[in-house]
């Protein structure tokens, strides 16, 4: 017989004559001559009760099976007498897979996430965590059928680069030559004898990737992993994450910003929709908001606002923020949580940041001192897209790179891009987790990635 999911019997109008279900107990109460037992395959946030009796010939076994342990139930599906189930399991065969020991870290009890982070190849065991999972899952799927259905082409863009997309410098190296025994030139040492023949890293961003992809294929889209080697134990930084970063020939600012609009939209919306049961954990046990909050994001006009009108309106707020206002800063996220959650109290785009805060490949605008850069904002989360118009002039781009200090004969091929056919494209990345965070009012990006990677934390 083959197997069914759990999901797929709970969400049955009428009984399966006879199922097979396999996975794992996660309460079970014995009695005298029968025992209840909850068990979940992770297909859903909701067990299925099983009724196992003494009449089965390993009766005796099965009461040693206690949370953790794996079970295989072949039994009768029927009407459950008990509240809050639909349907339950009568058992007519129970095969042990395998048995949990007492000592079983995850019991019927709420456990932090602090502790969770710490047993992290359990923790998917759990109804918080696998609503994350199973959230997250259908996010990327969602991701690709959006650009499916706006005709994007999907490109897998390089993970090992020579390229520091953002010029920040915080990048991961990646080299095969011996660490006791450094090849030195000119007491340097000598990367010619790399793997590569020269320093390379653990990419940042696809983006300039997807540029080349975008002024050949018109519309594009990568979706990968991506690291940065910040040093930072915040809730909001890991050292591997996922980005989705489309880029589009043809496109200004402004159709940059609508289109991201109509991508976060989308998301949200197919997640309300095909999540719901997941998302209703979050909403009773996380955040009390996050329904009205999701609410807003997808009902929502979300505002255009300039960088310097942001600025203003900060500085005149009255309100005392830990890191001063002043135009040329970035803005923390103190600053963006105010503007999303209680002046405006919808989502915001701030576009034409000053070009010294922002990299060289954003189009310098006709003031020569902002560039056309945009960031949209959330209530609750901050920043969750950064993006912009990229500068398609060459001779402005070589300007440019020259202001920051960057080497144009590494960027040869980028520069070639803008010699043979160059448009005006634009494009944004947009961070998977964060998300994700904003999805489900989780508040550390720990808590919605399996395995996450952070200052001194490899383990798993």
Known sequence: MQRTKIATLLDSETPYEQVLIKGWVRTKRDSKDFSFIEINDGSSLANMQVIAT??????????????GSALSVTG???????????????????????????????????????????????????????????????????IHRFF??????????????????????????????DFNNLPKKADKIDNTQDFFGRETYLTVSGQLSAEMFALALGDVYTFGPTFRAENS?????????????????????HANMAFAEEMVKYLAGHIMQECETDLNLFARFVDKSLMPT?????????????????????VTSGQSFEFKVAYGKDLQSEHERYLTEIHFKKPVFIYDYPKSIKPFYMRLNDDNE?????????PRVGEIIGGSQREER?????????EVGLNQEEYWWYLDSRRFGSVPHSGFGMGFERFLMMLTGVSNIRDVIPFPRSPASIDF
């Open 394 to 402: 060459l001779a402005v781009l070589q300007a440019r790179m020259q």
């Open 76 to 142: 009768k599906m029927v009407t459950s007498p008990g509240k809050g189930q639909k349907w339950e399991i009568q058992a007519e065969h129970i095969d042990i897979v395998s048995l949990a020991p007492e000592t079983f870290p995850l019991q019927k009890k709420r456990h932090t996430d602090e502790f969770l982070r710490t047993i992290a190849h359990l923790r998917p065991r759990t109804n918080k965590y696998g609503a994350v999972f199973r959230i997250r899952s259908e996010l990327a799927y969602a």
């Open 233 to 253: 134990n915040t809730s909001r930084h890991v050292a591997e994450f996922w980005m989705i970063e489309p880029e589009m020939a043809f496109c200004d600012l």
């Open 294 to 314: 999701l609410e807003n994001i997808v009902s929502s006009d979300y505002l255009q606002l300039p960088y310097h009108e942001a600025i203003d309106i900060l």
């Open 370 to 378: 902002t560039v056309a850069a945009m960031d949209l904002l959330m």
């Open 148 to 177: 499916k259905e706006k005709s994007f082409r999907y490109i897998h863009t390089p993970i090992i680069t020579s390229s520091d997309c953002e010029g920040a410098g915080e990048l991961f190296r990646i080299s095969t030559l």
């Open 54 to 67: 003494n009449q089965l010939p390993n009766y005796a076994d099965i009461k040693r099976a206690i949370t």
